[in-house]
């Protein structure tokens, strides 16, 4: 059920040397077929954004300045389309590795001229590190990420402590860090992760998952997981002002 998200494959030492990093995603086939190569080509000069330019200029890409929602791993893209289409007040950044999923939201997004969105294809980490300016988002979206359920794997999931600390640096005062999943030990492990954060509050009370919201579009797998009787698990983390 759950989608694949990134860390990156080098991280930079204080010795200067490279290091391989420990991912937190599996690569999928980033072949696509002919249809989905011609919604790429079609839409990327209006939707895509590319990590070489460096930090974002929001008001230049958006023409206006608006809340700023980052979602990291939306797998096809049709819930955060959805969400885009339905906060025009707000603007979207999604970042995803997987080429198919970003040509289907591209073609989801221009089949229903919602404009207020924008894509990464793209390792996130590398992009929140070089191109996400500190302090100038509203809101960090992470929805069913890997759970990594093998133990010798947990290592692998993308929230841990230095995530959270990123995540933060990138936040506004009052903004939040929204995350999903439909793995129960999963869930766990994000609230023991954040209940150590100093620097968040849970936006549902201490030691509390949040009430599932209404801004969070079902998806089919969640859909699915419900007939099987599978639960799915929000937590949200408002960032403390200092």
């Known amino acids: 059920m759950s989608k694949k998200n990134d860390i990156p494959s080098t991280s930079q030492h204080t010795d200067g040397l490279h290091k391989r990093a420990i991912r937190s995603f599996v690569i999928r086939s980033g072949r696509m077929t002919e249809g989905q190569q011609k919604a790429y080509n079609d ?14 200029d929001y008001d230049a890409i958006f023409g206006r300045n608006a809340g700023i929602v980052l979602e990291i791993g939306f797998g096809m893209g049709k819930s955060l389309v959805e969400m885009a289409k339905n906060a025009p007040d707000k603007d979207f950044i999604g970042i995803e590795v997987h080429t198919p999923g970003v040509a289907k939201l591209m073609m989801l997004a221009a089949e229903q001229n919602v404009t207020n969105i924008r894509v990464y294809c793209h390792d996130a980490i590398e992009v929140m590190n070089h191109c996400v300016p500190k302090k100038s988002i509203s809101c960090l979206q992470l929805f069913f990420p890997d759970p990594w359920h093998k133990k010798r794997h947990n290592k692998r999931r993308i929230v841990q402590a230095s ?4 995540v933060s640096s990138l936040l506004q005062d009052g903004g939040q860090f929204h995350m999903a999943t439909d793995w129960e030990p999963y869930a766990h492990h994000m609230m023991n992760v954040m209940e150590q954060q100093l620097q968040y509050s849970n936006a549902a009370g201490a030691k509390c998952f949040y009430p599932r ?14 007939t099987l009787g599978h639960g799915v698990w929000d937590l949200i983390y408002t960032k403390n002002s200092i």
């Open 43 to 56: 839409n990327w000069e209006f939707y895509g954004l590319d990590p070489k330019n460096g930090p974002l």
């Open 213 to 226: 919201p209404t801004w969070r579009p079902l998806t089919k797998f969640e859909q699915r997981g419900e």
């Open 163 to 166: 995530f959270a600390e990123k």
